[in-house]
């Protein structure tokens, strides 16, 4: 049971790291970074609480300019002017469950439909093929490894 508990709790204390981390920016919407518990874990601790919590590396600059592109060209909705860091932090989100769910592609569109907020926000285009074009967009571009 202390092996349990221990376990939850580590994967707790990832989590909770992984929120601050996810919740920073890298400046591509112009904003600063915020000042959390984030910037005082060191660069191997943060890639700890990222590999803990499921998730891959903090992707480039390349990278993820390259995924809003991928976004917008799916449908501009998606990632609006000033949410560039939260479709990032969702993409990065949605790679954990890439790992979990590697063979159930189905499962995976659903996640993904409501990781963005589809259904509720952009229901003309809540259907499995944007579903699909996002999930190929995350896959692709923030964890092609998973």
Known sequence: MRIRTTAAAAALIAAGLLAALTA??????????????ASALSEAEREAARRAAGLPPEPSATARYAFLEALDDIDERISKPGTDEQAVSRGL????????FPDDRDKLVKLTLDRFTIPT?????NNADTGGKILDAVHHHLCPDF
């Open 93 to 100: 989100n949605q790679c954990s469950s890439i790992k979990s």
């Open 24 to 37: 920073c920016g890298s400046g591509h919407d112009e904003k600063p970074a915020s000042k959390g518990t």
């Open 121 to 125: 926000l952009l229901p003309d285009i």
